[in-house]
């Protein structure tokens, strides 16, 4: 174990994830401010949003308006969550190049999320991906649920991999596996994605998103990475959690997720220190302490790191 090296990419998710289960509305300018502090810190990817209909979720509904404001710099991917055809317009009508088009791999979860089965779901979602593609838009076909379901528990990793299988036919650059609900354990992690990797081949990267119900996210993300992911889901100050899925919790938080990595040897290019100032401004919009730990720790001295 732990014979890893190289770069771990870790897309914050603040903006999309973070901010969707939220009752207070963040104006477009407090969400500016957010996306200038995680290019500042070195995040190399950011969900700025998704493009879904306010009714649903209204703090996505200014989505649009945020990606013709941002200042794109050079380096950093700008992405957005898409789940059908109405979505995928938006998404190109303002530029973006790089999307997340997701399903989810249990039904009950399907039809909380989207109003449709498992079925009709991947039926629906094949020309959304197809067309983004022809596009020109680097597609991160995503998988929700794939690790446990909030409402049916226990999800049959052999659909998962089918799934899988369709989304590298269809020549998606990457495929993300979510721990929607947060039920997933490392063992679980690292089986799956080995088995993953074994299906898709490496043309197909993978990538994990990973929520901390349990309070195994970082241990989920260590086996993903033992496993050979390079590319996890963050999001600043470990908000987050999925509106349809009952008291599941935030993302692992960036900040936690890339310090782990610096600790380990293993490049990020974030500097988590830089992230405090944003933690702390969020906490003070939303009025509570958010559940990352380093931000909230005096820095550790500095030492050494074993070969």
């Known amino acids: ?148 379901c909030g409402f049916e528990g226990r999800v049959d990793p052999a659909r998962v991999i089918d799934i899988a299988r369709d989304f590298a036919r269809l020549g998606v650059q990457e495929i993300n596996i979510a721990d929607t609900a947060g039920l997933a354990n ?17 043309e197909v990267a993978l990538s994990l998103h990973l929520h901390d119900t349990r309070g195994l996210g970082l241990a989920n993300m260590l086996a993903g990475i033992e496993a050979g992911v390079r590319i996890f889901d963050g999001s600043l100050g470990g908000l987050g959690g999925c509106p349809f899925v009952p008291k599941a919790t935030g993302n692992i938080a960036t900040e936690d997720a890339a310090f782990a990595c610096e600790e380990m040897g293993l490049s990020t290019s974030i500097d988590w220190r830089a992230l405090r100032a944003p933690v702390a401004e969020a906490e003070e919009l939303l009025g509570r302490t958010l559940p990352a730990r380093v931000t909230h720790l005096p820095a550790p001295p500095d030492t050494a790191k074993e070969d």
Not at 28 to 53: D, M, N, P, T, Y
Not at 82 to 93: C, F, K, S
Not at 188 to 202: K, N, S, Y
């Open 1 to 148: 174990m732990f014979a890893f090296s190289g770069d771990i990419l870790i897309e914050d998710e603040f903006l999309r994830d973070g901010l969707q289960n939220e009752a207070r509305l963040f104006s477009l300018e407090e969400k500016l401010r957010f996306v200038e502090a995680l290019e500042i810190a070195g995040v190399r990817r950011i969900q700025v949003g998704s493009f879904v209909h306010p009714k649903w979720v209204p703090q996505m509904a200014d989505t649009d308006a945020l990606c013709e404001r941002i200042s794109r710099k050079a380096g950093v991917t700008y992405t957005a969550l898409v789940l059908n055809t109405a979505g995928l317009d938006r998404a190109l009508g303002v530029g973006l190049t790089h999307l997340s088009i997701s399903i989810s791999a249990s039904e009950m979860h399907s039809q909380k999320n989207t109003n449709r089965s498992v079925g009709e779901g991947r039926a629906a979602i094949g020309p959304v991906i197809e067309r983004a593609l022809a596009e020109g838009v680097t597609v991160r076909a995503g998988i929700q649920s794939a690790l446990g």
């Open 186 to 202: 490392p063992r679980q992690v690292f089986t799956l994605c080995r088995r993953l990797a074994d299906e898709i081949g490496p």
